[in-house]
């Protein structure tokens, strides 16, 4: 499977518009630190493309992926973030007459609908609770602590045949040992990390920082790990000390696992 980052940003995105700081103005002047709001495209072959997310970045995302349509998606919560493209894409599914997919749990479902109702004219939801596939991966979703935001899910993807297994955990925080029974054994672990280190009181933040990440990894020991939903607080020029193993996304990272 390929793996494309084609947004690696938290929910305002880099630049955050009302800001001027070093890592704002470097991603409006070069670029490095640009980021669309976080979203993966996986492709297989012999599938069409699947999205993970469908964020407000979505129609940006589409043209600079060269991608006229997309059939297929999994949602991980009904947060503007993670949706804000899902009407756009519905508008494109109405002027194309191509109707789409959308997996995801059965209450990130009615989450979505009640916020744009009318997405399901040309949307057929298929709820995950029960396991989804995608070619020989098998999928599996579930419920994760997003901290003051609520909740989130994280999804599993196991290959049937060849014994990979990855992970997509974008927005969570403070996991219980439930949550992070699922993240054992795992090739490649994508995590959402905001900010480098914050310092505010645990109840009001909602995704693990860098260094709460690298305490995470420490204790479920993936092969390899990428950290996504970054905010304007990473700077991607800045050496961290990471381990040879954990990477920081940049925009339009690919990966084949
Ligand atoms: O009920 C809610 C609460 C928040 N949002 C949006 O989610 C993000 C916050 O994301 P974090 O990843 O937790 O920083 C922001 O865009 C809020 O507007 C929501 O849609 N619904």
Redesign the pocket.
């Known amino acids: 499977m390929n793996i494309t980052f084609m947004g690696t940003g938290?929910?305002m995105g880099t630049p955050r518009v009302y800001c001027d700081c070093v890592v704002c103005v470097e991603a409006r002047e070069t670029g490095v630190n640009r980021r669309l709001r976080s979203s993966l495209l996986l492709e297989e072959e012999g599938e069409a493309p699947l999205l993970l997310d469908c964020g407000p970045d979505w129609r940006e995302q589409m043209e600079v992926a060269g991608l006229r349509n997309v059939k297929q998606a999994l949602l991980t919560h009904a947060?503007?973030?993670h949706i804000g493209g899902l009407p756009e894409w519905a508008d494109a599914c109405r002027w194309t007459q191509a109707a789409a997919s959308i997996g995801a749990p059965r209450e990130v479902v009615r989450d979505v609908l009640s916020r744009f109702p009318w997405v399901d004219r040309q949307f057929r939801f298929e709820t995950s609770d029960e396991g989804a596939s995608y070619g020989d991966w098998r999928i599996m979703s579930w419920r994760v602590n997003?901290g003051k935001?609520?909740y989130s899910y994280a999804y599993r993807f196991d290959h049937a045949s060849r014994g990979v297994k990855w992970a997509y955990c974008s927005?969570a925080i403070d996991l219980t040992e439930e949550q992070k029974a699922p993240l054992a054994g795992l090739d490649l672990l994508v995590l959402g990390t905001?900010f480098v280190e914050e310092p505010y009181p645990m109840n009001t933040r909602?995704?693990y920082d860098m260094k709460e990440g690298l305490a995470l990894v420490k204790e479920i020991k993936p092969d390899s790990v990428v950290f996504t939903?970054l905010s304007h607080d990473v700077d991607l020029r800045c050496d961290y000390g990471l381990p040879a193993h954990v990477q920081i996304a940049k925009t339009g990272l690919k990966l084949t696992i």
């Open positions: 938290d929910s947060h503007f973030d997003h935001n609520g927005d905001s909602s995704v939903h």
